[in-house]
């Protein structure tokens, strides 16, 4: 499969699940939502543009038209496999019919959840291989959002854009951020220093060494 192929040679032992950022030692974690208010429960409110305007600038920056990219969404399966079709429905809105005849459909191994009666379920991997180009990028970007803000249309599974042109992963977790990761501290340098205002400062410690001094945090440890 594309996806194992890519992830092993790019990055080897990365388990793709949050929090991403600390599991692997060059990336940035970026901060979307800003100055909420508890009556921001309407659309469109300031929050949640902000939120937009930042998520679309970092999508955009990294992320050529013309790029190969990989669209992968996790779904967890809390039905036991009953009605894991309609979960496809997760695609259709954001990409034309004919490329979701190449969509991709693994079957991950079993999670423990203790939000789960029986204390495991399965999650369902889909992925789909297209160009930046091929696929509404804004509304789905926007859905992620807004998953936890009452606001429709909403995306509540986790969802990885993967650049393989540039090996980086892309992973929108909420209103609240984003992480960033790539095989080289150089290709995402310039995202660095452009973007540095929106780095999340409870992690910015790490990642400023990460671009400061040219070798991943655990590296550095080594030599002190």
């Known amino acids: 499969m594309l996806l194992n192929d890519f992830k092993n040679e790019n990055f080897p032992n990365l388990e793709l699940g949050p929090p991403l950022f600390y599991s692997w030692d060059i990336g940035i974690r970026f901060e979307l939502g800003t ?106 970007l926007k859905a992620i959002c807004n998953q936890d803000m009452g606001i429709k249309p909403s995306m509540f599974h986790r969802v990885y854009f993967i650049n393989i042109n540039k090996k980086t992963i892309f992973h929108v977790y909420d209103d609240r951020g984003c992480d960033l990761l790539a095989t080289s501290p150089e290709t995402i340098k310039d995202v660095y220093h452009k973007y540095n205002d929106w780095i999340l400062d409870y992690d910015r410690h790490e990642i400023d060494k990460v671009f400061n001094n040219g070798f991943p945090y655990s590296t550095i440890e080594c030599f002190k």
């Not at 496999?81 to 490329?99: A, H, Q, W």
């Not at 979701?100 to 079993?110: A, C, D, E, S």
């Open 35 to 140: 100055d909420w208010r508890k009556e921001y429960v309407y659309p469109n409110n300031p929050y949640i543009q902000g939120c937009y305007k930042r998520v679309i600038a970092l999508f955009e920056e990294l992320h050529s038209p013309l790029d190969d990219i990989l669209i992968m969404i996790d779904v967890n399966d809390f039905e036991k496999g009953k009605n894991i079709r309609s979960k496809l429905k997760n695609f259709p809105p954001y990409v034309e019919k004919p490329l979701l005849y190449k969509l991709n459909h693994q079957k991950m191994p079993y999670i423990f959840s203790e939000d789960d009666e029986d204390g495991a379920y399965k999650t369902h991997r889909f992925t789909l291989k297209c160009k930046t180009s091929d696929f509404k990028y804004i509304p789905l």
